[in-house]
């Protein structure tokens, strides 16, 4: 007997498809406990029968029906916002004109904003040093290349596979570097 709200595919989802699957994997093990082919009437009896037991202890702890209260019926209230000042100006007042007006005055036609130029240069840096001068100011890429080409070029190479230490000559670039700052 259904009640209200039951329908047949509630029941096959929860009663029906899992003690399929139980009763699939019975005569599956049965097939192969008993190393049987997969259609054998013994492995389909027992697959039959665990999908008997599965559908009844499924049915006996089945819950209670739904019950369905009834809501009661009610108005909706209007909700009252409060516009704050900003936000009302923003309804009144034109977007873009108050955007405009924030920015500030704009100079698009007029001379170009001061642009900023970093010259801090060195000036205690000696000339075999191999701090990397950052901002010179007559360099140009071209010239940093070749200077970087050269200096490759013309560096002693070292007669052993391994690499000199050059541990002592940074502490001593960069307490260089620090005394040049201070």
């Known amino acids: 007997m259904k009640t209200r709200g039951e329908n047949i595919g509630w029941a096959m989802a929860l009663e029906v498809a899992p003690a399929a699957i139980f009763g699939s994997a019975a005569a599956f093990a049965a097939a192969t406990y008993y190393r049987l082919p997969q259609f054998d009437p013994i492995a389909l009896g027992a697959g039959i029968g665990a999908f008997c037991a599965a559908l009844l202890v499924l049915r006996l702890f089945r819950g209670t029906p739904v019950v369905e209260h009834p809501i009661a019926e009610f108005e909706p209230q209007p909700v009252e916002i409060e516009q ?3 936000s009302e100006l923003l309804t009144q007042a034109d977007v873009a004109a108050l955007v405009d ?4 005055p704009r100079n698009f036609g007029s001379e170009p ?11 205690s840096v ?11 100011p007559d360099g140009t890429p071209g010239e940093l290349h070749s200077r970087i080409e050269r200096h490759l070029r ?3 190479r070292p007669t052993s596979q ?9 502490h001593d670039a960069l307490a260089a570097l620090r005394r040049s700052l201070r």
Do not use: C, I, K
């Open 84 to 86: 704050s000042s900003l």
């Open 101 to 104: 007006q924030l920015a500030g």
């Open 113 to 123: 904003a001061e642009e900023l130029v970093l010259d801090d240069v060195l000036e």
């Open 126 to 136: 000696e000339a075999d040093s191999r701090v990397v001068r950052l901002f010179e």
């Open 154 to 156: 013309d560096a002693p």
């Open 162 to 170: 391994v690499a000199a230490d050059a541990t002592q000559e940074l």
